[in-house]
């Protein structure tokens, strides 16, 4: 099993920045990508960003493209989603997911791991 812990979620006025952070345990070893994703109230949870933890290629919604960063430290098995210019529709619960190798990291069927969700609230 892999434990997945979110934190870094909070209130922020349009325009303002927040930095997600994600801390994994447990058989680490197994995870090969990892992920964010997003659930506004009333919608369907969305691919934000991923990451592949060996060679650190990357993947972004074109909603947050330019304006989000997913990035790692394998020493502290921590991936970060650093956000700018945020927008009140990137308000939302953000959840990190985390997955074995040979899978498409741009969905939720590539993950076998969630964490509990941290909530970012964007105001206009």
């Known amino acids: 099993q892999v434990q997945l812990v979110e934190s870094g979620g909070g209130s922020v006025q349009a325009g303002g920045s927040l930095r997600l952070s994600c801390a994994a345990s447990g058989r680490t070893f197994s995870v090969y990508g990892m992920g964010w994703f997003r659930q506004a109230p009333g919608k369907e949870r969305e691919f934000v960003a991923a990451?592949?933890?060996?060679?650190?290629?990357?993947n972004y919604a074109d909603s947050v493209k330019g304006r989000f960063t997913i990035s790692k430290d394998n020493a502290k098995n921590t991936v970060y989603l650093q956000m700018n210019i945020l927008k009140p529709e990137d308000t939302a619960v953000y959840y990190c997911?985390?997955?074995?190798?040979?899978?498409?990291?741009?969905?939720?069927?590539?993950?076998?791991?969630w964490g509990q969700g941290t909530q970012v609230t964007v105001s206009s």
């Open positions: 997911a985390a997955g074995p190798g040979g899978r498409t990291w741009d969905s939720k069927v590539g993950y076998d791991y």
């Open positions: 990451i592949a933890l060996s060679v650190g290629s990357t």
